[in-house]
């Protein structure tokens, strides 16, 4: 090691070069290269899992492509996982493409994942839900990065510890600092299986909180019992340097002294050596902040350090986060290391690389230690010269993609107005603050609108990274990728929507995975509504690959080897583990879906089991509908759905037979509810209905006689009996005269206002239609105004939220009109009604000329040719138009 190297560093007479950084950082990035680029070492240190280290030559593989996570999981417990995210103008990855361009070893000195991922599990129940701990997201390499600290978020996930960003001491709820994330150091995201599967992300190294334990043992790592009152100390180095500055904004603050800084101005070595002095200066004043976890994670790198000096000399290279850059400094007994060290727990772990993406490296996506603007920087690296030009020329061909009308002059005045704000505000050179500043007022207006797709696309972005397919994998994350290949379904970080057509093989093939990948929690995709057809042979997915589904591919490998084998067995547990029918028949849908023909028998007499011994009405009504959905997926995907058709109709006769008593005596809440289920049991029965068996035509006479006795039964609620009468009333089984005279009778003085107010509820309300029932039947609309007028004023105020809720539920098209028929009165109302007479604008009769007069605009728009012949399909048209017309 040349003595230049030595005085670089910081070491008084020898020692490694130490290369404190900011993980994230591209002027970070830019020094190490060019540290190293000067230093020449021998071998190269990174902060990191030494189990990575077989991993390290795959970094040189062509496709390889950044963002891309290093990922740990439990072997026993793939759950429980750890992501160390690596950008293309991170420091760690600069070092590592570095090492192996110049044929120089390089090696991960950080705490194992194997004692992180133990130590967190072993302190879950210590933390009370901290979900990993300081543990997890130290062994995850993970260190503060001097920022801001970024509070604790829970994630839905069965968690992973990301490293490099971040500190996992923030339970949430417990107050946790939710301010921004810097990470000088290490970063970690901590999310572990606590409870449902929350997770905790982690916090910056540098946002440190003083809850380690009071009393820790006598080699110096946290005891098991913490104390109850714990000291809550954040420290943000960044915040504490940019105030000695005279910033009152850190990120500023960094972007001016660093990222600004180009790469070959002065010494190489004189970033770091004045980062770590600042560094000693806050380590003397704050110690270890508190975390003493950091004590253990330090005493590991330094005996790593000492071995590389062993086998290499001095001519050794660290870089690690600058906060640490004083503790390996620090000059300590070997024994006194070895015992932080000694006895840390272990698990048996697996490692490899996995794809990553800028948003997850984003703080808005609740990583910790993520940054704001990873696209930013991102380009603060692939551009080190004329970087606002470049950045300019991105955001205008962004717009201009989006139909906004942006020229080479707006650009230009753009770049001016970037320059000329830097200049007022004291800045070296525009940062993002300006360069936005100036991209709202020149090219989009003013307006935050555009602006926010320039910072989603640009700023964030959506840069998916890629991994070698030598790289190690569990066998079914092998299948799913051959899967992903012949189908053709390319994973994408970028949202997007797929049309599925399943008549086609591979749409119907795309369909099958993306639906077996749900049933094991790969959520890959979710199903949406579809905008064109409604058939059951169309679908539409929203599709978006997160880094995180790695983990979860690795834990559904515990099912099989293969995604069909894995759904296959995953929901045959899933079935006998059920603790609900209806769970069970959403099962039995899911498995026609994904067509898992193994796995129905096993589904099947689970479900019939149940079905048998469940006598509450309420879960059959709840069961019966996903059941009969699954009857129409036979005709498009091939599936034998016998079974689940004699199921049905069994689960439909003891719907039918309970029903009735199962509505006496309910209170309001429990009747709205029994009202739902009535609602799903006659769309289940409309489609068993449908199909050509005479049994299901049976089943729908049943159905109505069903809701013949609930329409006139005393002990059934009002809304109920209200419901049971439209329902009959909209399949003809009942009379308008007769749904006139019910409804008579209950809007009659003798009925109490709130169950009359229910029963009109049930009849018109719900989403059902109602108001144009009201609209197009005068009778009904009359006695509704009729018992309205004559609520007396005592009962009024109780029954109006109830009719306010029923009306106000209308389309404002809906609620005009009838308001302009009852202003109207009972005189003039039947003309209303009539055909258009009335109304202004419209005579009493049919105007035939008027009729004809529209006739080829509507042909035209239909894509007819000419007028049909005598009695064809032409003139039926036309005589079916000159009625619509009229």
Not at 16 to 23: D, M, S, T, W
Request: glycine share 12%.
């Amino acid at each position: 090691m040349t003595g230049t190297v030595r005085g670089g560093s910081g070491a008084a007479g020898g020692g490694p070069l130490l290369l404190g950084v900011r993980h994230h950082g591209p002027g970070s990035a830019r020094a190490v290269r060019a540290a190293l680029d000067a230093a020449r070492p021998r071998a190269l240190l990174i902060e990191g899992p030494p189990e990575a280290d077989v991993l390290i030559p795959l970094a040189a593989e062509e496709d390889m492509r950044p963002p891309v996570a290093l990922l740990a999981h439990a072997v026993d417990e793939p759950g429980r996982s750890a992501f160390w995210p690596l950008a293309e103008f991170s420091p760690e990855w600069v070092a590592i493409r570095w090492a192996l361009e110049h044929g120089v070893p390089a090696r991960f000195i950080d705490l194992p994942a194997t004692h992180t991922l133990a130590w967190s599990r072993d302190t879950e129940g210590e933390l009370g839900g901290d979900a990993g701990g300081d543990g997890a997201e130290r062994g995850g390499g993970a260190d503060s990065g001097a920022g801001p600290g970024a509070g604790s978020q829970a994630s839905s996930g069965t968690g992973a510890v990301e490293a490099f960003g971040g500190r996992p001491d923030a339970a949430p709820g417990a107050g946790a600092d939710t301010t921004a994330g810097s990470n000088v150091e290490a970063e970690t995201e901590v999310e572990t299986e606590t409870g449902a599967g929350s997770g905790v992300e982690a916090t910056p190294d540098t946002d440190r909180r003083a809850d380690a334990d009071p009393g820790a043992d006598s080699g110096g790592r946290p005891s098991a019992d913490r104390s109850a009152m714990e000291t809550d100390i954040r420290i943000d180095p960044l915040a504490v340097l940019a105030d000695a500055a005279g910033y009152d904004d850190p990120e500023r603050w960094w972007e001016d002294v660093v990222e600004h800084r180009g790469a070959g101005e002065g010494d190489a070595l004189a970033p770091f050596l004045v980062l770590e002095e600042a560094m000693g200066a806050l380590r003397e004043a704050y110690g270890s902040g508190g975390h003493d976890r950091d004590l253990v994670r330090e005493a590991y790198m330094r005996l790593q350090v000492r071995a590389a000096q062993r086998e290499f000399g001095d001519a050794v290279a660290v870089v690690c986060g600058a906060w640490h850059v004083p503790a390996l400094r620090q000059k300590t007994a070997v024994a006194a290391d070895r015992a932080l060290v000694k006895g840390l727990p272990k698990v048996k772990t697996d490692m490899t690389w996995v794809p990553w993406t800028y948003r997850r490296l984003a703080r808005a996506s609740g990583y910790g230690a993520g940054i704001d603007s990873p696209g930013w920087y991102g380009h603060l690296f692939a551009a080190p010269d004329r970087p606002v030009e470049r950045w300019m020329t991105k955001v205008a061909g962004l717009l201009r993609g989006e139909d906004r009308i942006v020229s080479s002059a707006h650009v230009i005045e753009a770049v001016r107005l970037a320059e000329t704000l830097a200049a007022m505000r004291g800045r070296p050179l525009p940062g993002l603050g300006e360069t936005t500043d100036a991209v709202r007022a020149v090219m989009c207006e003013g307006s935050d609108v555009p602006l926010a797709l320039v910072h989603d696309r640009l700023v964030v972005g959506d840069v998916l990274g890629e991994v070698p397919r030598a790289a190690p994998a569990v066998p079914l994350q092998r299948d799913l990728d051959r899967s992903q290949r012949r189908l053709r379904l390319k994973p994408e970080a970028l949202e997007r929507e797929l049309e599925l057509d399943l008549r086609k093989e591979t749409d119907a093939g795309r369909s099958r995975l993306l639906h077996r990948l749900r049933l094991l929690g790969v959520a890959w995709g979710e199903p949406v509504a579809s905008r064109g057809s409604t058939g059951t042979f169309r679908e539409t997915w929203r599709l978006r690959w997160e880094p995180e589904l790695a983990v979860r591919v690795a834990e559904a490998g515990v099912w099989g080897t293969t995604v069909l084998a894995a759904a296959t067995a995953k929901a045959e547990a899933d079935a006998v583990a059920a603790q609900a029918l209806a769970d069970v028949t959403g099962l039995a849908e899911r498995c026609l879906l994904a067509e898992l023909s193994q796995a129905l028998p096993v589904v099947m007499q689970v479900l019939a089991d149940r079905a048998a011994l469940d006598t509450d009405v309420g879960h059959l009504a709840q069961a019966l509908p996903a059941l009969v959905r699954s009857l129409r997926y036979g005709d498009v995907r091939g599936t034998d759905t016998g079974a689940l058709a004699g199921v049905a109709a069994g689960l439909a006769e003891r719907i039918f037979v309970g029903l009735p008593p199962a509505c006496a005596a309910l209170d309001a809440h429990a009747a709205e509810e029994m009202r739902r289920h009535v609602d799903a049991v006659h769309g289940a029965v409309a489609l068993l209905g449908d199909a050509p068996a005479p049994d299901h035509q049976d089943l729908r006479d049943r159905w109505h006689s069903v809701l013949r006795v609930l329409s006139v039964r005393d002990t059934v609620p009002g809304v109920v009996r209200g419901r049971a009468v439209r329902l009959l009333l909209d399949d003809g089984e009942l009379g308008q005269d007769e749904a006139a005279r019910l409804m008579g009778l209950v809007l009659s003085p003798g009925t109490p206002p709130g169950d009359a107010a229910a029963w009109i509820e049930g009849f018109v309300g719900g989403g059902s239609g109602g108001g144009m029932l009201l609209v197009h039947d005068e009778r009904l609309l009359g006695l509704v105004d009729s018992w309205l007028t004559g609520v007396p004023a005592e009962a009024f105020t109780d029954v109006l939220p109830l009719l306010r809720r029923t009306f106000s539920a209308y389309e404002p098209g809906v609620r005009r009109t009838l308001g302009e028929l009852v202003r109207r009165g009972p005189g003039e109302r039947g003309s209303v009604t009539a055909a258009g007479s009335g109304i202004p604008g419209f005579a009493a009769e049919l105007d035939p000329g008027r009729a004809d007069a529209v006739l080829p605009v509507v042909r035209l728009l239909l894509g007819l040719d000419g007028p049909g012949g005598p009695g064809g399909a032409g003139e039926g048209i036309d005589n079916d138009l000159a009625e619509v017309a009229g």
